[in-house]
């Protein structure tokens, strides 16, 4: 890092939290199109209007000077990406330095397999892989054309390649739920924890959410009645909330967006694979990097507009499902700012 880097002050918004925490999608673009995620027939961008990779190498650069420590590269999915593995290649100098402490990712594990060990190599300790159910037909339903097995293989390499898998499972009412304890118990006997995730109503999609809406309070409920669940204090920085499930060992953790508001410890800003910084998961509030970027060579312009992101950052998001048929509350879908 160069001394005026080293001397620019760390991310803090209006509200006196810490930004330390950067997640990138890489790409809108997926090889699936799960029912709550995408629409079947979704229009991609054009690549010009995509961040090369340099540009997010240079964008998550800039964030590192600021103070951001953790990095999850997400999509879309990112591994379909051309080239990704460059980017995870030339961000490793960062865990290097120590400026960045955790370079992760989040993946629908398709191409696992192949990227498993490459990841390992440079650096990324930990990943996520999104997983809804282990039936393969409900599999193909839901991801409305991906095969299971490719993604259980995948799983298998990164654990081979000493990788720390963690599953997130988005519970849906009519579609898993019977799901949950089994998954449960297959992740814990692996030693990968769980996470349970609500839906959110992101982006315009065919079905109806909620027809899918299944809050977790009701799932913590049913499960106690067969599992001990300890609540335990261990955070990882995101908004999920953990329990120990004293019969397997393995840590369950809900993501509850809807039932319970985890704005106020906020420590996330989001970038676009278009590079528009998004301060709010639920909310519009936006910056674009990438004119700043385009405009100069130097990162002065970058800069300016990362800390106007701080004077923006909203206090919180308002999500609701009630209504049927109401629109969503905010309309890009979770594959542009990537969940
Ligand atoms: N393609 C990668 C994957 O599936 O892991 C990364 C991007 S995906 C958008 C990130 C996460 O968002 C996944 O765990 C996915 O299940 C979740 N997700 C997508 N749409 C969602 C929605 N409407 N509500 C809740 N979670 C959603
Ligand atoms: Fe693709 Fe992930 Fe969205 Fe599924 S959740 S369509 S895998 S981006």
């Not at 961008?45 to 650069?61: A, F, G, H, N, Y």
């Not at 997983?131 to 991801?143: A, E, G, M, V």
């Not at 261990?234 to 397997?248: C, N």
């Not at 919180?316 to 048929?325: C, K, P, Q, S, T």
């Amino acid at each position: 890092m160069d001394i005026i880097s080293a001397l620019r002050p760390q991310l803090v918004d209006t509200f006196g939290r810490t930004v330390n925490y950067l997640r990138i999608s890489v790409t809108d673009r997926c090889d699936f199109r799960c029912v709550y995620c995408m629409a079947e027939n979704m229009t991609f961008l054009p690549k010009k209007d995509l961040l090369t990779l340099e540009e997010l190498d240079r964008v998550s650069s800039a964030f590192i000077s600021r103070g951001v420590k953790k990095l999850r590269i997400t999509g879309g999915e990112p591994l379909v990406r051309k080239n990704i593995m460059s980017l995870f290649w030339s961000l490793s100098r960062h865990l290097e330095t120590g400026a960045l402490e955790e370079l992760t990712l989040t993946t629908n594990g398709s191409q696992l397999a192949k990227y498993a060990k490459e990841l390992s190599t440079y650096g990324v300790k930990r990943i996520n892989v999104s997983l809804d159910t282990l039936d393969p037909t409900t599999f193909t339903r839901l991801t409305r054309w991906g095969k299971l097995d490719p993604v259980l293989a995948g799983i298998d390499a990164a654990q081979e390649a000493g990788l720390h898998v963690k599953i997130n499972m988005v519970a849906l009412r009519e579609d898993n739920a019977h799901e949950i304890e089994p998954m449960l118990r297959w992740a814990h006997s692996r030693g990968m924890d769980l996470t349970l995730i609500e839906t959110m109503p992101l982006g315009e999609i065919e079905g109806d959410r909620t027809d899918q809406y299944l809050p977790l309070s009701q799932v913590r409920e049913r499960l106690s009645k067969t599992l001990t669940l300890t609540p335990l204090a261990y955070k990882t920085g995101g908004p999920a909330r953990y329990v120990r499930v004293e019969e397997t060992g393995g840590k369950l953790g809900f993501i509850t967006p809807l039932t319970h508001n985890f704005c106020e410890s906020c420590n996330r800003v989001r970038l676009t694979c278009t590079g528009t910084l998004f301060l709010c998961l639920g909310q519009d509030h936006a910056i674009d990097l990438r004119e700043p970027m385009r405009h100069s060579e130097a990162d002065d312009t970058v800069h300016a507009a990362i800390d106007e992101g701080m004077r923006i950052k909203p206090k919180g998001h308002d999500f609701v499902i009630e209504r049927r048929g109401a629109t969503p509350a905010v309309a890009r879908h979770m594959s542009t700012t990537g969940g």
